[in-house]
C-alpha cells in the first residue's frame, strides 16, 4: 500500500511538475485573466480549474513500477489523474532492475529519445549527466 502511494506521489509532482514549468504571464494582466476566468495562451485553465489544461495534452514519463501496480494506464489512480487534470500518461515502462533501467534510461540520452519525465531511476550516474 506504501508503494501504491509513492506512485500516486510520484504521478501527482510529475503534474505539479509540468504546470509550474509552464511560462507565466507578467504583470497584472496576467492576474485579471484569472479573475475573469480567461484561459492562458499556453493552454492551461488559471488557478484553481479543473481540468488543468484546456485541450487534451499527454505526459510522456519513463518510469519503473512497482511489482503490484499490474498496468499503470488501468490503475485506478492514474485514472482519475487523468479525469480531473485533462493529462493522460504515455508511460515508457522500465525494468525493475536498476542497472538495467539506467542503461535504457542511458540510450534515451544517447539517441536523444527522450520522454517529458523520468521517474524512479535513483542513480548517481544518472545525476551526474543531468
Known sequence: MAKNFRLAAVFTALVFLFFACSRQQAGPAASSGAQTGGSSPHGVT???????????????????????????????????????????????????????????????????????VVAGVLSISLQRHL
Open 46 to 116: 488559471p488557478k484553481g480549474v479543473f481540468p488543468v489544461v484546456n485541450e487534451p495534452y499527454t505526459l510522456t514519463v519513463a518510469m519503473r513500477l512497482h511489482p503490484n501496480v499490474e498496468d499503470i494506464k488501468t490503475n485506478f489512480f492514474t485514472q482519475h489523474l487523468e479525469k480531473v487534470t485533462g493529462v493522460s500518461i504515455n508511460p515508457i515502462v522500465l525494468p525493475d532492475d536498476e542497472n538495467e533501467a539506467l542503461t535504457r534510461v542511458n540510450l534515451m540520452f544517447a539517441s536523444d529519445d527522450l520522454p517529458d
